[in-house]
Nanobody, 114 residues
Framework: VQLQASGGGSVQAGGSLRLSCAAS????????RRWYRQAPGKERDWVAT???????NYADSVKGRFTISRDIAKKMMYLQMNSLEPEDTAVYYC?????????WGQGTLVTVSS
């Protein structure tokens, strides 16, 4: 399984971006899909989760602004990011937990200017 994240870019504060994560290969046995981010000089932090039953959860810092979703048939997951703030600047990573192991995407850079 390979994950390819895309959709990052540069936006001004208050703007929106939609990140995508495409999975290639067999992705049977998926348990959880997550987004993480890593700001310059900081550790990688969890951002959002979507379970196989559709349950979602968000870090407090993005709650109400970000929305995680997935399209199982297309083997895609998404992160809709609204009301972006400079503090959201980071490399964003998608991750998939399966019964066969964990898989990470390569990251996509989001830069938010004030």
């Amino acid at each position: 399984v390979q994950l390819q994240a895309s959709g990052g870019g540069s936006v001004q504060a208050g703007g929106s971006l939609r990140l995508s994560c495409a999975a290639s290969g067999s992705i049977n046995g998926v348990k959880v899909r997550r987004w993480y981010r890593q700001a310059p000089g900081k550790e990688r932090d969890w951002v959002a989760t979507i379970m196989t039953n559709g349950y979602v959860n968000y870090a407090d810092s993005v709650k109400g602004r970000f929305t995680i979703s997935r399209d199982i048939a297309k083997k895609m997951m998404y992160l809709q990011m609204n009301s972006l703030e400079p503090e959201d600047t980071a490399v964003y990573y998608c991750k998939m937990n399966t019964v066969y192991g964990d898989y990470w995407g390569q990251g996509t850079l989001v830069t938010v200017s004030s």
